[in-house]
Structure formats: C-alpha cells, structure tokens
C-alpha cells in the first residue's frame, strides 16, 4: 500500500515537472509563430481565417516535438537530483532555460528579416554566412535593425513572465529516497522518457518528424509560418552537414536518363547559329548584383531605372525569358562560370571538395589561348569564392584588397564606378584575346551609393531602384571609356545578374518564378549588324551561359554537362531553378512549381487550360533532372 502511495505521489511530481515546462515551451512558440504572421502582416491578411487557424493547429505537432527536445536536459537533471543530491540544480535549470530561451527568440527574430527577403525560413545557408561577419552587418545594415532588437527583448521578456509564473511552481525539494522512492522514480523515469521520445518523433509512425508534418495548405506562406523555426533550423543544419544518399529519387534511373537526354538535347546535332563576326573575341561577362526583371524597362519593368542598360539593348542581343538557378550569389557564380545549377544541398561553392570536380569557363578559354581576370570590389573568401576562382584558373583575381584605402568607400568594399575604372585601366596593359568577368556590388544591401538620390523615399524598394540606377550609370560610364580602347571593336560584352531579388515589388514567396527571372544580353560591335537590336524568347538560365560561348567560338560544349547552348537551334528551351525546399522547371507551356518537403505542386504557377498530363508530365521533366543533378553531385 506503502508502495503505491509513492508511486501515485511521485507520478504528481513527473507530470507536474514535464507538463509545466512542456506548457511553458508550447506557449512560447505559439507566441513566436503569432509574432511571424504579424511581421508578415501583407501575408497574413489575405489567408482565409481558417487557413490562420491552421496555421497554429498543424503547427503544434513541430511545437510539442521542440519542446520535448528543450525539455531532454532539465528533465535529466531532476530526476539525478531526485535520486541523488547534486547542488544548484534549481539555478542550472534556470540558466540553461535562459539560455534556450535567449537563443529561441534570436532565431526566431533573425528568421522575421531572413523570410523577407529571402522568401524562405532561417536555414543553413544564412548561418553559414555568419563566417563572414563584416558581409553579414553589411547586409543587416538595411534591416529594421532597432525594430527586431526591440521584438527580441519582447519575446524574451515575455518568456521570462511565462517562465516566472509557470515553473516557479516546480519542487526541487529531495524527498525521501526509500527503496519505494527510488524504484518508483526510476520507473517513471523510464516512462516519461518514452513519452518524450514520442513527442520528439512527433507519434508513434514509422515518419518520425520532418518538415512536412507542418504543411497543410496551398498556400507556400502559411505552410512556412506553422514551421516552427527553431526546430526547422537545427533539422536543416543536421541535413546541411551530414553527407546523405541521393534524397530526391523520384523514378528510375533509365526513365531519369531518357528524360535528362530529351532536355539537355542529347543525340541531336548541334546546330548552333553564329551571331559573332570574329572568331575569337575579347570577352567581358559583367555580373550584376541582384538585377531582376522586375527594374529593367526593356524587360518590362518600370522605365527610367536602368536607361543606359536599355539603350544597349536596343543595340544588342536581349534574352526576354531567362532566369536565375537560385538565389545567391554563390549559386549564380558557379551557373555562370561552371555551368552548374543550384542544389538543394546549397551553393557547390562552400563543397570545396565537390567544387574542385567542376569545369570552369575561365580555364577552358585559358587552355584556348586567352589571358583570364576577375574582379570583385568586395572580399572574394566571402561564400568561399577565391577557391571557386583559384580552381577556375584565373591568371589574375582582384577584390578589394587591390584597391587603395581611400576607394574603401562601400560598407562591402569599393563601388562600382571605381570597380569599372580599374577594369579599364588594366585592359589597356592586357594582350588580346582576354577574357574578364567582374562582379557588382552596390546594388547589394545596404544600398548605399555615392549618388544624388533619383527615386525619393527611404523604403527599400526606393533604396534599391537608387543602387540599381547607380550601376546602370557607371556601366554607362565604363562602356564609353570602353569604346576609345582599341580592343573594344573585337569585345563582346555579356551581361547577367547573379540572381534576382525580392524587391523592389517584394514579390511574396520564395518559389514565385518571377523571382528568379534576370536580364542576360549580348552587346558589341562583334555581334553581326542582322542580330544587333534583336530579342530572343527562348527560355534559358545562368548555366547555359558557359555552352553558349563555347559554341561561338567553335569549341566543344561537352565538359559542360548541364550547360544548354542557347544559340543551339535543337535545344530544347527550358530553365530550372532550386529555391529552399523546391524546385522551379519553366518551360514554353508552362512553369511547374514542387515542394521537395511535402511533395505536392505548390499551386498557381502553371498557365490556365493546360492539360493534367502535360503539367505531369513537367513535373517529371524537373524531378528527373533535380535526381540526375543530385546523383551526380552526391558522387563528386
């Protein structure tokens, strides 16, 4: 009888301890979520009720699983101190759950920014930059910084409230520790353990917990606010680092192959058009930091932001329909440069030992015969770029630690104007052929130019149309300077953005194709008078690029395995792009949008009237090639 007693005793104990703290984590992360759909008010707004009620239902499951992970340490620690005194144990509970609770709300305050402008929750790419301290308050700079600092100090005040009102009420008292006690709390430790675990797990299934228990709606935005965001972080962070097998297996290999072929056109004949009236001319690729579409006139946009872009468009090759493979500027490097699209694993660029498999472009052309440069105004080991241009073989590489102090005049290093003056400055000493790509920096937050304001406002969308107008200027000024060198009538210029932006119409979500749509144009007098002033509607993306100028000046296109030759009258005209937790395939039909995570079509990007199968069809073109890029990746 004497035994039941203190079972039935110390079973009160168990379920007060775990059930308070259980409630007090609970509380703290629907508060969180709360907070996340205010911040996104534009969002939130247009969500039925029902769907903002769904929201914090189908998010409670994730919200039960982090807090029976937050709970793993204090719990040990009582129960030793139940069978065994250990001092301080009260204040170590205290601390760590200070401490967890500091480091809750700072994710979840940084993920507020993060989803913004990203498009997509707080994930192993954004804490990966925090290497790189200088680039990542260079980027914060534009954020609302005082803002976030003030919602963190609320989350973590109401935390402490919570914690104060809730688990004040926990007994840390030893009780007596007779045979009864002792077999009893051992039992119940074994117990309560289990029911943990299950938590963890997110029931008793055979699907322990994954991000897809979160998504429940059509709606991107509402399955990304019931992710609980810590618990998104460390299961992306453990994916991130931990080598896998292929993931994204979706079909056979021989069904995989067959459809991989039809796209990237193998087996047909290369049938490429020449739009150059020299064999082997200079070239300059300038990269340009988060140009989109969505700011350039000739691309539909509103005019006036890129008119010195515009006029050489009316005098180049314009492609009216290309995108993007992703979303940073690592991913767009290694497209542009190795012809390589993004991977859901993140940017090839930080696999240094995946990178070094990669063929480049640079040192393609230097083995034909050019002299090779890159120039950067800002630090090239941000995102681990000098090894990417080590390993491509760039016989000079230029950043900013080969300006003077006095043109340190960007919170990222030098601008533009200065970064073009350079360039021109050294071409005048180099032989020909040559070949040169710079990448831009002053469109990149915090958009801060040397420059009289044109568009007036200090949004970010204004901010940003003023840094996108800066550059459009200095190109101006560095394609005038250009025409006085005598190696400019045998150069042809390429311009490309890195990848798009979410601004300046803060397009929601980071699937949306638009996103990743970005200007690519052929400009200079080496281009043949009947394509001068012309547009292409082909469909095409950033790792065509490498095919594309090695099927103009006659070279072999086969190292560049995913690279589609868009002068290549067989190809067939499509584009991918990976965004975090989904791929994009755009065809001329057609775009088809998957989520890898819950894997469903994420709705509303397809065209009306097309036909079920054709859109199955797509999707299996996309998850054929998403399985073919990571097989071979995996295997680097």
Not at 483 to 502: C, E, M, Y
Not at 521 to 533: C, D, P
Request: proline share 5%.
């Amino acid at each position: 009888m004497n035994f039941f007693h203190t079972l039935f005793s110390e079973t009160r104990r168990f379920v007060k301890f775990l059930l308070y703290h259980f409630v007090f984590w609970v509380l703290f992360f629907l508060l969180c979520r709360a907070i996340f759909l205010l911040y996104h008010l534009s969002q939130t707004k247009v969500l039925p009720l029902a769907t903002t009620a769904g929201i914090f239902l189908y998010g409670l499951r994730m919200d039960f699983s982090t807090a029976a992970y937050l709970i793993v340490a204090p719990y040990v620690l009582w129960v030793i101190q139940s069978l065994i005194p250990v001092p301080f144990t009260k204040r170590l509970i205290a601390v760590y759950t200070a401490f967890m609770l500091l480091l809750t709300a700072l994710i979840t305050t940084s993920d507020l920014e993060i989803y913004k402008i990203w498009g997509s929750k707080l994930n192993s790419q954004a804490v990966t930059y925090l290497k790189y301290p200088k680039e990542a308050i260079a980027s914060m700079s534009s954020s609302p910084v005082i803002l976030l600092i003030g919602i963190c100090a609320c989350i973590v005040l109401a935390g402490y409230c919570l914690y104060a009102t809730l688990l004040k009420q926990i007994s840390f008292e030893v009780s007596p520790r007779s045979l009864a006690a002792v077999t009893s709390r051992l039992a119940l430790f074994l117990l309560f353990s289990g029911v943990l675990i299950v938590a963890i797990r997110g029931g008793t299934g055979l699907a322990p917990m994954n991000p897809g228990f979160a998504y429940f709606s059509a709606q991107q935005f509402a399955n990304h606010a019931a992710l609980n965001t810590t618990w998104n972080l460390m299961y992306d962070l453990k994916h991130y680092f931990r080598h896998k097998n292929n993931q994204f297996t979706y079909m056979s290999d021989a069904e995989m192959h067959k459809r991989v072929d039809r796209l990237t056109a193998v087996g047909l004949p290369t049938n490429t058009e020449h739009i150059l009236s020299v064999s082997r001319p200079n070239i300059i690729v300038v990269i340009l930091e988060s140009w989109t579409a969505d700011v350039i006139g000739s691309l539909g946009a509103e005019k006036g932001i890129t008119p010195n872009f515009d006029e050489l468009a009316s005098h180049g090759i314009l492609f009216t329909d290309f995108y993007a493979n992703g979303y940073r500027t690592s991913f767009g490097i290694a497209a542009i440069l190795s012809g390589f699209p993004s991977t859901p694993e993140g940017s090839i660029l930080n696999r240094a030992n995946k990178m070094e498999r990669l063929p480049t472009l640079a040192a393609g052309l230097k083995a034909s015969g050019y002299g090779t440069s890159f120039y950067y105004g800002g630090d090239t080991h941000f995102d681990d770029m000098n090894a990417f241009f080590v390993h491509s073989k760039f016989d000079t590489v230029n950043s900013k630690a080969s300006f003077q102090g006095k043109d340190m005049n960007s919170k990222w290093g030098v601008h533009d104007h200065v970064l073009f003056e350079r360039v021109i400055s050294d071409l005048a000493r180099k032989p020909e052929p040559f070949f040169t790509a710079l990448l831009t920096i002053s469109s990149h937050e915090p958009f801060d130019v040397p420059m009289a304001t044109v568009f007036k406002g200090d949004d970010q969308p204004s901010r940003f149309k003023n840094s996108v107008n800066y550059t459009d200027r200095s190109i101006k000024t560095f394609i005038d300077k250009a025409r006085t060198q005598p190696w400019f009538k045998n150069t042809l210029f390429i311009f490309v953005a890195d990848h798009g932006s979410v601004l300046p119409l803060r397009r929601p979500g980071a699937h949306i194709p638009e996103r990743y749509r970005i200007p690519l144009l052929f400009y200079g007098v080496v281009i043949r008078k009947e394509f001068q002033g012309s547009t292409r509607t082909a469909i095409g993306s950033q790792s065509d690029i490498p095919a594309t100028i090695f099927g103009q000046l006659g070279l072999s296109t086969e190292e560049f395995a995913w690279s589609n030759n868009l002068f290549n009258a067989n190809r067939y005209n499509f584009a991918f792009y990976n965004f975090s937790g989904g791929f994009g395939l755009k065809t001329e039909s057609q775009t088809v949008v998957f989520d890898t995570v819950s894997g469903k079509l994420i709705p509303g990007n397809t065209s009306g009237g097309i036909p079920p199968t054709a859109v199955e069809e797509d999707l299996k073109d996309g998850q054929a090639f998403l399985q073919n890029l990571y097989q071979k990746y995996s295997r680097f």
